[in-house]
C-alpha cells in the first residue's frame, strides 16, 4: 500500500511485519513521528492502543538493494523488527523519512528499549557484533600459528648452515620472518583486547537484564503473594458478613449542626440561581479538576469483590448520580416516538434497537463513575414543553442489591425499566454487569422488552482507562415471538479482526411474510441487516438474498436499501475538559425548584464535585452514607413512589405530580440532611 507522506514530519502508511513461523508476514499500519516508529493493527486503531514503538536514534538499519525488504534492530536491545514494503520504491521512501527522524533526534546515542506488544517477535539478543570480533580474532590466531611455524623452520635452517658462507642470507630471512611475527602478534592482540573489551560490556549488559528479570520476578510473587493474601482475607471477610451491607467502611462520624447548615446553604444558593434563569438549559458545566489518582492503591483492596458494596472515592466518580445517567439514552428518545409511529413491525423493531444501543454512546470517552443513589432518592425530567415530548422519574427502590426503578412517558408511548448493577474487579479488568429488561408499551399497541450487555472497564493498571462492550441484546416481540431483533457486540480483542464498538444486528420476520423459504426449525427469516459502531452510528438495509450457509455464522448477505438509522450526537470539543458531557448530560444535573427534595439536583456531594470541591465533597459523601446506615439499621425504608409486584418488577404509582403539585413533600425522608 503506498504510504502516505501528508506532512514532512510525518510517515504513514501500511508496511508487511514479520510476526512469527505460523503467521509469517502481517499486514500493519505504521506512523514515522516525533523520533518514533509505532504500528497499530489498523488505521482506524491508531487512535486508541499503540501495538509496539521503537526510538529510532538507537536503530540500525538492515537492507539490501533492489529488495523490499527492510531490518530495523536497535544497537543494544533483544529485538528487531523485520518489515516489507510493497515495491523497493516505496522501501526507499519509509528509509528516507526513517533516516530523516534520526538525523533530527536529539536523543542520538541513547538505546531505548522497543515497546513492543506484539509478542510474537522473536526474541534473541542481537550478538552479531560479537560474534564478528570472534571471527578475526580466530583470523589472527590462524595467520599467528602459521608466522610461528615459517618462524621455527628459519631458527631450524639457520642453526644448521651457521658456519656456512650461506649465513647472511639465512640471517636476512630470519630478521624478515620474526619481524612479521611482530606484526601478527600485534594485530592479534588489538584484536583480543576488542574482543574482551566487548565481551565484557556484553556480559555486563547480561548480567544487568538477569538482575533486572529477577528483579521483576520477585515482585510479581510478592505480588501474586499479597492478591492471595487478600483474596482469603477477603472471603473472610464475605463470610462473616450479615445480610445488611453499606456502601463504605464502618467509620465513626460526628455530625456538626453548622456543617450541615453550611451543605444546606450551598444547596438552596444553586437552586436559587438557578431559578434567576427562567428556566434555561444550560450547555456546559464547571471543567473538571484532576487530583492525583492511585487507582491500584484502592482497588487492590477489594480484588473479586462486588463494587456495589464498595465505597468509592470521589475523584472516581462524575458530577451526576446512576439515576442521572439511567436518563440520558433518553436524549434519543425521537428513535422511540419514530418506533410509535412505524406501522412496519420490523422497523418498529430496528428503531428500538437503536435505541437499545445509544446508551453505549456516551462511554466512549466517560470512564468515571457515576453515584450510587441513596436509598428513597430520585431524579425527575420532565420536557413535555420541550422538543423531546417526555417526562421521566426514577427512584433507588433498593439499597442492597442496588435497584432503580424508572417510569417514563413519551409520545404514544411507555417505557418502564428496573435495573440492577452488579460489578466487581477481576483478571485486572472492571466487569460490570447490569440485570433487569426494559418493557416498551405503545399506546396503539406492542409490547416489547430488551437486556443489556456486559461491560468491561480495561486498563484499569497498565495503561490507559478505557470500556469495552460485548454480548448481545435481544429485542422481544411479546405479542408475537416471530419478529424479534438479535444485536451482536463482539467486543474489542487483540486477536480479533473486529473493529472497535462493531455492532451488528438482524432483524427477524416470519418466513411467510419473507419470501426467500420457509425455516422449518423456527419459521422465521431475516430480513434486515443493521451494521455500525456505537461510537458513530448505525445503517440498516434490506435483505435480498441470504448466502449464509448455516444459521448464525458470518453475515453473508446481498442488500439493498441502505440508509442511516441512528447517528450518535457529536460531544463539543470543549466539552472534553467536562466529563465529556453532552449538552443535553450537562443539564441533567442543573438545579431546579420545586422538584421532591430527594432529587439527585438537591444532592450536596455532587454539587461540590461539580464545582471542584473534591475534599468537600468527599467528607459530604462519607457524611451521607453514614445517615443512610443509620436510616437503613433502623428498618422500614420503603420506596415511596413504587411499588413492588410478585415478579420483582417495580412500578409507577402514579402520586408524584400530585405532590408536586401541592408542594406536599412530607412523605419524603431527609436523605440529604437539610
Partial sequence: MPADTANESTQKGRLLKWTNYLKGYQ??????????????????????????????????????????????????????????????????????????????????GISTAAEDSDNEDSEVFDLSSLGNHLKDLQTAREVL?????????????????????????????????????????????TTCQQFMKLAESEVARVEAAFRHEREQAARLASTAESLASNHVHLERLMSQQTDVFFDATDQDFTFKSNEVERLSSASSGNQSNADSASGNRRRSIPARTHPKLNIWAFLKDHVLRDFTRVSWPVNFNEPLSFLQRAAEPFEYSH???????????????????????????????????????????TYE????????????LAEQVSHHPPVCAMHVEGRNWTLNQSLSVKSSFVGGNIHITTEGESHLYFSGGGHYSWTRPETVVKGVITGKVWLDHKGSILVTNHEDSR?????????????????????????????????????????????????????????????????????????????????????????????????????????????????????????????QLELGSHSAAENTKKMLEEAQRQRLKSGNVQPMWFHEDENGNYTYNGNYFACKESQNWSSCPDIFIR
Avoid at 381 to 392: K, Q, T
Fill in 381 to 392: 425530567l420532565d420536557l413535555r414543553e420541550s422538543a423531546e415530548g417526555f417526562w421521566l
Fill in 27 to 108: 499486514s500493519r499500519f505504521f506512523i514515522v513521528s516525533n523520533g518514533m516508529l509505532s504500528y497499530y493493527r489498523s488505521e482506524e486503531e491508531s487512535k486508541e492502543v499503540c501495538r509496539g514503538s521503537m526510538n529510532l536514534s538507537s536503530v540500525r538499519i538492515r537492507t539490501s538493494s533492489g529488495s523490499s525488504s527492510f531490518v530495523l534492530v536497535l544497537s543494544r536491545e533483544s529485538r528487531a523488527w523485520h518489515l516489507k514494503a510493497s515495491s523497493a520504491k516505496e522501501k526507499e521512501i519509509w528509509l528516507s523519512a526513517i533516516r530523516a527522524e534520526q538525523n533530527s533526534s536529539e536523543s542520538e
Fill in 483 to 607: 419478529f424479534r431483533c438479535q444485536l451482536y457486540l463482539p467486543g474489542y480483542s487483540y486477536f480479533s479482526q473486529e473493529k472497535p464498538y462493531r455492532v451488528r444486528a438482524l432483524v427477524f420476520a416470519p418466513a411467510d411474510s419473507f419470501q426467500l423459504g420457509q425455516d422449518e426449525e423456527t419459521g422465521i427469516k431475516p430480513t434486515h441487516v443493521i451494521d455500525g459502531a456505537y461510537n458513530s452510528g448505525l445503517t440498516i438495509s434490506r435483505i435480498t438474498k441470504d448466502n449464509r450457509q448455516a444459521e448464525q455464522s458470518e453475515f453473508d448477505f446481498e442488500i439493498s436499501n441502505t440508509r442511516q438509522l441512528w447517528k450518535r450526537v457529536d460531544i463539543p470539543e470543549a466539552h472534553k475538559s467536562m466529563y465529556h458531557f453532552s449538552e443535553f448530560a450537562c443539564c441533567l444535573n442543573q438545579p431546579l425548584s420545586g422538584v421532591a427534595p430527594t432529587d439527585s439536583r438537591n444532592r450536596p456531594d455532587i454539587r
Fill in 335 to 377: 428513535l422511540l416516538d419514530k418506533a410509535a409511529e412505524s406501522e412496519d413491525i420490523e422497523l418498529r423493531l430496528a428503531h428500538i434497537a437503536a435505541f437499545a444501543v445509544c446508551p453505549l454512546s456516551s462511554s466512549i470517552e466517560r470512564t468515571s463513575k457515576p453515584f450510587n443513589p441513596l436509598m428513597c432518592e
Fill in 145 to 189: 600459528l602459521g608466522n610461528e611455524v615459517a618462524l621455527q623452520r628459519a631458527v631450524n635452517e639457520y642453526q644448521a648452515l651457521a658456519k656456512r658462507p650461506e649465513v647472511r642470507e639465512c640471517n636476512k630471512k630470519l630478521v624478515e620472518k620474526q619481524a612479521l611475527f611482530d606484526l601478527n602478534c600485534s594485530a592479534a592482540l
